[in-house]
Antibody
Framework: QVQLVQSGAEVKKPGASVKVSCKAS????????IHWVRQAPGQGLEWVGA????????YYAQTFQGRVTVTRDTSTSTVYLELSSLKSEDTAVYFC??????????????????WGQGTLVTVSS | DIQMTQSPSSLSAFVGDRVTITCRAS??????LNWYQQKPGKAPKLLIS???TLQSGVPSRFSGSGYGTDFTLTISSLQPEDFASYYC??????????FGQGTKVEMK
């Protein structure tokens, strides 16, 4: 069965960096996008970025440009989200999610069908 | 970027009520619209893709409709397990994969 298992909660100081992992299993890892979506306390869902594991192509929300890096390790079917220069406003639960979007036919449909359990990142001095 | 606006932001309803949530895109997105349900402390769950395609295992009381800029999610007879937050998401012009701000459905 498809599973996305994320790393545990993190507490960081302002200005530090955090790296969250998302290990995939139960499907052909390289051909499905993995997205990162975050949710601040009591707030809605915010798209952060995405990666197509086969090629390593990445896409980021403008809000995070320059501070976010999404990478993958195809040997372990793991995707990583690294966020730098952390601020208190980055305190949120970060989710990874799978997307069957066809990378080579971008006219196709896209949706997030399986999600990780979420990782709480707390930024506090 | 395409902006997604949901209404209402929250609503109160009784079990058995018919509930409708609206999502409006800032420009036409054809039918590239998904709906998710999220319960407190849990990851979102995909309910509907391509505006009206119900995901496997999702009860038939949920339905989606719309095309272009205006979309609706309808729950025909609200059940206790349906009290949750609901989000729309456009995937027509990406990146970004934009979400609406959410609608919280509470028990009256």
């Amino acid at each position: 069965q498809v599973q996305l298992v994320q790393s545990g909660a993190e507490v960081k100081k302002p200005g530090a960096s955090v790296k969250v992992s998302c290990k995939a299993s139960g499907y052909t890892f390289p051909i499905y996008y993995i997205h990162w979506v975050r949710q601040a306390p009591g707030q809605g869902l915010e798209w952060v970025g995405a990666i197509f594991p086969s090629s390593g192509d990445t896409y980021y929300a403008q809000t995070f440009q320059g501070r976010v890096t999404v990478t993958r390790d195809t040997s372990t079917s793991t995707v990583y989200l690294e966020l730098s220069s952390l601020k208190s406003e980055d305190t949120a639960v970060y989710f990874c999610a799978r997307d069957p979007f066809d990378h080579y036919d971008r006219s196709g449909y896209s949706w997030l069908d399986y999600w990780g359990q979420g990782t709480l990142v707390t930024v506090s001095s | 970027d395409i902006q997604m606006t949901q209404s209402p932001s929250s609503l109160s309803a009784f079990v058995g009520d018919r509930v409708t949530i609206t999502c409006r895109a800032s420009q036409s997105i054809n039918n590239y619209l998904n709906w998710y349900q999220q319960k407190p402390g849990k990851a979102p769950k995909l309910l509907i893709s391509a505006a009206s395609t119900l995901q496997s295992g999702v009860p038939s009381r949920f339905s989606g409709s719309g095309y272009g800029t205006d979309f609706t999610l309808t729950i025909s007879s609200l059940q206790p397990e349906d009290f949750a937050s609901y989000y729309c998401q456009q995937t027509y012009i990406t990146p970004p994969w934009t979400f609406g701000q959410g609608t919280k459905v509470e028990m009256k």
